[in-house]
């Protein structure tokens, strides 16, 4: 099956940074990526996702970038705020009938003011 | 809005009681998931389902069982609960078909003791 590594486990930075989260896969066949932020109390909540018939897409201060060769693809929160902090997750799927997600063991995100 | 809702945020049980944790959903989904979180070890798959009366095993059903006998309605059952299931658990759903993201329910916090 499928084995989603995601790096770092925990990372800090300072408000106005930017923050990069990183992820492999291992079954060529997934071509379905999403990211999840879940923040203290509450569930997990789709952010942005990305399918592998695009490199890259963005959505304000947010973007995913994925390379299909190396079977990676990462997060970018640019100009972080406080309220960026969170644990965020990737996940895999492959588009066949009843794929389900593959999810990584997330990464706590800390900004501070 | 659409939501997901599990029934309980926290519940406290005894060692050897049949649990049941409920998740309804609003949208019309016909895929429904409960996953596990806990430390270190990020979402894990239990159980899914992919229509009414149906069931599928996750990663980690042992100790587990499901019911779906209405679509917007997908039931965990603890057979006979013990001190290792004390976890974080969480209902999602989607659309049929590969490559839609989940929408989360907030979580039950089940503590065996």
């Known amino acids: 099956g499928e084995n989603v590594e995601q790096h770092p486990s925990t990372l800090s930075v300072q408000e106005g940074d930017s923050a990069v989260i990183k992820c492999t896969y291992s079954?060529?066949?997934?071509?379905?990526f999403p990211w999840y932020k879940q923040e203290l109390g509450k569930g997990p909540q789709l952010i942005i996702d990305i399918r592998s018939n695009v490199g890259e897409k963005k959505d304000q201060r947010i973007a995913v970038t994925l390379n299909k060769t190396a079977k990676h693809f990462s997060l970018h929160i640019t100009e972080t705020q406080p309220e960026d902090s969170a644990v965020y997750f990737c996940a895999a799927s492959m588009n066949s009938g009843y794929s389900t997600l593959t999810f990584g063991k997330g990464t706590m995100l800390l900004v501070s003011p | 809005d659409v939501k997901v809702t599990q029934s309980s945020r926290y519940l406290v049980k005894r060692t050897g009681e049949k649990v049941f944790l409920e998740c309804v959903q609003d949208?019309?989904?016909?895929?429904m998931f409960w996953y596990r979180q806990d430390p270190g070890l990020g979402l894990r798959l239990i159980y899914f389902?992919?229509?009414?009366?149906?069931?599928e095993k996750g990663d980690i059903p042992e100790g587990y069982s499901v019911s779906r006998e209405k679509k917007e309605r997908f039931s965990l059952i603890l057979e006979s609960a013990s001190t290792n299931q004390t976890s974080m658990y969480l209902c999602?759903?989607?659309?049929?078909?590969?490559?839609?993201?989940?929408?989360f329910g907030s979580g039950t916090r089940l503590t065996v003791v």
């Open positions: 389902s992919y229509d009414v009366k149906m069931k």
């Open positions: 079954d060529s066949a997934s071509n379905y």
């Open positions: 949208m019309d989904h016909e895929n």
């Open positions: 999602a759903s989607s659309l049929s078909g590969p490559n839609y993201g989940y929408t």
